[in-house]
């Protein structure tokens, strides 16, 4: 019984000191770790009760030099080169500017900007601090397609967003969940009815230009609300009224029998007035 013993305490050394001595050198190459000194800026305006988060992804130039051993399967990967933003989130209307460098490295291991996500997260119920998020991203190439918006004579390059809410019953408490969802209006901030008809919040930019402009991101909050689901709400000169499903599917029979419905502790018939 010893001899198993005795391999299985060796054995049980050999994968703490190799860990240890893993976290050792991860922890000497994060003294390494750095930005390049090119970089471009993403700044813009927010509505109250909104924040954004700008994720850079860096795809890696060499993956020989940038393998990071995975003790789960005792074999190695790419190691991940990503750097996350977030704005400060506030309760009025609020300017933010971030700089996104175009490399990062980490030791020998170097990479380059390929894309940044972002993602816009609204608040909307202070007293339960309930959320949503919703994305885009700048997608970044060595050099801007033809049909790719360029940057001005400042060296601008001017983006729109407009967020706007879905609405609809909770299917977890008494009360109204929202969704966002964020797309690109055209120069007069108007955009299709049908969601599947809008553009993505975002732009392809060209690496061999990119060092030293901005990117000017301007987020609107549309005022309009409206249902997550068609043919479960219906609007009337009072506002939205749910309404019973059939017995073959949850959208509204024909003529319509309305239903009530939470809100703060209060039984209502219309959204967003509660009463009619």
């Known amino acids: 019984m010893k001899l198993p013993l005795l391999l299985c305490l060796s054995t049980l050394t050999l994968t703490a000191c190799s860990f240890a001595g893993h976290m050792a050198k991860e922890g000497a190459l994060s003294l390494t770790e750095r930005s390049g000194r090119e970089h471009f800026t993403l700044e813009?305006?927010?509505?109250?009760?909104?924040e954004l988060m700008a994720s850079a992804q860096y795809q890696v130039l060499d993956e020989e030099k940038c393998q990071v051993r995975?003790?789960?399967?005792?074999?190695t990967s790419t190691r991940?080169?990503?750097?996350?933003?977030?704005?400060?989130?506030?309760?009025?209307?609020?300017?933010?500017?971030?700089?996104?460098?175009?490399?990062?490295?980490v030791g020998s291991c170097h990479s380059e900007l390929y894309r940044?996500?972002?993602?816009?997260?609204?608040?909307?119920?202070?007293?339960?601090?309930?959320?949503?998020?919703?994305?885009?991203g700048l997608g970044i190439v060595d050099t801007r397609p033809e049909n790719a918006p360029a940057f001005d004579n400042e060296g601008r390059l001017y983006l729109r967003g407009?967020?706007?809410?879905?609405?609809?019953?909770?299917?977890?408490?008494?009360?109204?969940?929202?969704?966002?969802?964020?797309?690109?209006?055209d120069e007069n901030w108007?955009?299709?009815?049908?969601?599947?008809?809008r553009k993505g919040l975002g732009v392809t930019l060209g690496r061999d230009e990119l060092a030293g402009k901005t990117v000017m991101l301007e987020i609107r909050e549309d005022p309009q609300e409206r249902p997550s689901v068609r043919r479960r709400w219906i609007e009337?000169?009072?506002?939205?009224?749910?309404?019973?499903?059939?017995?073959?599917?949850?959208?509204?029979?024909?003529p319509p029998i309305f239903k009530t419905f939470q809100m703060n502790g209060q039984e209502c018939?219309?959204?967003p007035n509660c009463t009619e």
């Open 44 to 50: 813009g305006k927010l509505p109250a009760n909104f």
């Open 70 to 75: 995975n003790f789960g399967t005792s074999g």
């Open 80 to 105: 991940n080169m990503t750097q996350q933003q977030t704005t400060e989130l506030k309760n009025y209307p609020h300017d933010f500017s971030l700089k996104i460098p175009l490399t990062h490295h």
């Open 116 to 136: 940044v996500a972002l993602y816009v997260t609204g608040h909307y119920d202070e007293l339960n601090d309930r959320q949503s998020r919703h994305g885009g």
């Open 162 to 185: 407009m967020c706007g809410w879905m609405f609809q019953i909770s299917r977890l408490y008494a009360g109204i969940d929202k969704l966002l969802h964020c797309s690109q209006p």
């Open 190 to 197: 108007s955009q299709d009815y049908d969601l599947s008809k």
């Open 236 to 254: 009337t000169p009072t506002g939205w009224k749910p309404c019973q499903g059939t017995e073959a599917s949850e959208r509204c029979q024909e």
């Open 269 to 271: 018939t219309v959204y």
